[in-house]
């Protein structure tokens, strides 16, 4: 199990970007899927990106080409670059980190991000 703290937030105006970052700890995080989600208001809660322990990504269509999910294993850190963002962007974005093979899970308590002029 391990303990997730996002941090990184903010009120940005559209082409804006922004960095999150997620600390993790507790046992061995090193080896687990890292994921970003977001959840707007009066919507369910989506996926935006994960990245595995050895490096490979996954994007949600919507943010591909503008958002970069990366981790410093050695840090227990996994981030979230967020570029040219846009008022569809505006979400509490929550930390995940999951198990392989158990498929335990972990959540952050989510940091808010506001794309607004």
């Known amino acids: 199990q391990v303990q997730l703290v996002e941090s990184g937030g903010g009120l940005v105006q559209p082409g804006g970007s922004l960095r999150l970052s997620c600390a993790a700890s507790?046992?061995?995080?090193?080896?687990?899927?890292m994921g970003w989600y977001r959840q707007a208001p009066g919507q369910q809660r989506d996926l935006v990106a994960t990245i595995s322990s050895g490096g490979n990504t996954n994007y949600a269509d919507n943010v591909k080409g503008r958002f970069t999910i990366s981790r410093e294993n050695a840090k227990n850190t996994v981030y979230l670059q967020m570029n040219n963002l846009k008022p569809e962007d505006t979400a509490v974005y929550y930390c995940n980190a999951r198990r392989p093979l158990t498929g335990s899970t972990s959540w952050g308590q989510g940091t808010q991000v506001t794309v607004s002029s």
């Open positions: 507790g046992s061995r995080p090193s080896i687990y899927v």
